[in-house]
């Protein structure tokens, strides 16, 4: 973990006077750390002193030809390990959430494919303002990690969730993150979303996956710093940072591109919600009313799919196969079975009857089940925290397997 390169990103907000303790903590932990100050978080803390406590000049502009020709702003970008923004003001989380390049903190944050840590820090109010938070749930699920804000008072007067965590705290998550790197070198195949079966031209069968789940093992996996491949239904979210997304409609062709992955992989999820039926025929035209006798239904034959996560658990080798069990009542019972029937190494089951959890929500809860009868369930929490518990059990199976 020591001796990895960090580079800190200062953004405007009173709570920057902390960041030299925070430079002081990654350098005791034998990091090098490069600084980039916004305008407004140069107004906060000194380049001098930063410069002083890292040992290496301090970045401020994306034009400044002397800057730029010690080392180019891609360069910096790509000579992170990590990247680490504290304190993260409400301006800079809507832009790194929108994409803006407009300084040279927001260019270097658009163009690393480093993990991210942002530590945010401001006033309660703009902390909670829905602007602010769905800006959160758009990073986080790109897979941007988060330490605090913290509640208590804040430099504004006001009391409440705010205020940048301690600066052992963002140094020790930093070094998480740069610790959990444990799957560089293995490819990682991730299903997410729900398949969508043609009926005719216009029509198909599909269900309520969002994709959600999956994206969160996805970005979660390339945050450890696997080679991500996500075989993805049709679903709106962003491709996570650092993941190959692969687009498919139907269960045939989630079925091929899973099986075109599976010889490097060494991790399997199949977080999708895969249809178990197709119709037998689909229709390339729209099937009209004025085609059927009046007030005849239409009637649909259904056929099996192949049953994807049973195929390459039976065929898995070394690799870990995991599967996923959307159950409506008898959870663990019913996952239990399933577990038993399609011979993967975890099967994580939700119980998608809680209205807060399981399809299209940004929760889960979820119990684990191995094969050896061993059960571990996991309160509700946000999606990209299932998936580093998930991730954290894979990599203790494939720990013990060693
Ligand atoms: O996408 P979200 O909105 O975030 O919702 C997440 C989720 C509820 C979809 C996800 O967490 C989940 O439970 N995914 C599996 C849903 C499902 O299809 O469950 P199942 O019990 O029908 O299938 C069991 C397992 O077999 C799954 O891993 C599934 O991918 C796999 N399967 C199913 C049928 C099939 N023909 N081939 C398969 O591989």
Not at 111 to 133: C, G, I, K, S
Not at 149 to 165: H, T
Not at 254 to 261: C, T, Y
């Amino acid at each position: 973990m020591n001796g990895r390169r960090i580079l800190l990103v200062v953004s405007g907000g009173i709570a920057a006077y902390k960041v030299p303790e925070i430079v002081r903590a990654l350098t005791r932990s034998g990091h090098e750390v490069r600084c980039v100050l916004t305008a407004a978080g140069a107004e906060f803390v000194s380049p001098l002193v930063l410069q002083s406590l890292t040992g290496n000049a301090v970045r401020q502009s994306l034009f400044d030809a002397g800057e730029e020709g010690a080392i180019g702003h891609i360069e910096l970008a790509d000579w992170a390990d990590a990247v680490v923004v504290a304190p993260a003001t409400a301006n800079l989380l809507a832009r790194l959430a929108h994409g803006l390049a407009d300084d040279l903190a927001s260019t270097v944050l658009l163009a690393t494919r480093a993990p991210l840590l942002v530590a945010p820090a401001m006033n309660v109010n703009m902390w909670e303002h829905p602007a602010t938070q769905a800006n959160l749930t758009t990073l986080r699920e790109r897979g941007v990690r988060f330490v605090g804000p913290d509640a208590g008072e804040l430099a504004c007067g006001w009391e409440g969730q705010g205020r940048l965590s301690p600066p052992e705290e963002i140094a020790a998550e930093t070094g998480l993150l740069l610790g959990s790197l444990s799957l560089a070198g293995a490819c990682v195949v991730v299903s997410a979303g729900g398949t969508r079966e043609p009926i005719d031209a216009v029509r198909s069968l599909t269900n309520r996956s969002s994709g959600k789940m999956g994206y969160a093992l996805a970005a979660e996996a390339a945050l450890r710093g696997a080679e991500v491949r996500l075989i993805s239904g049709p679903s709106h979210l962003p491709t996570p940072a650092g993941v190959e997304r692969i687009d498919v409609e139907t269960s045939l062709e989630m079925r091929d591109a899973v099986l075109a992955d599976f010889e490097r992989a060494a991790i399997v999820i199949m977080a999708a919600a895969v249809a178990d039926f197709r119709p037998a025929e689909a229709s390339e035209r729209k099937i009209k009313k004025e085609d059927l006798a009046e007030d005849a239904g239409l009637q649909l034959q259904l056929v099996r799919n192949p049953d994807i996560l049973a195929e390459i658990s039976a065929e898995r080798g070394n690799r870990i196969v995991v599967g996923f069990a959307a159950e409506s009542h008898d959870v663990l019972a019913a996952a239990r079975r399933k577990l038993k029937r399609k011979g993967c190494d975890l099967l994580v089951a939700n119980d998608i009857s809680r209205a807060d959890a399981g399809f299209e929500t940004d929760e889960n809860a979820v119990i684990l089940l191995t094969p050896d009868g061993a059960s571990e369930e996991l309160p509700l929490l946000p999606k990209p925290e299932v998936a580093a518990r998930i991730f954290d059990r894979i990599e203790k199976l494939r720990e013990d397997r060693r």
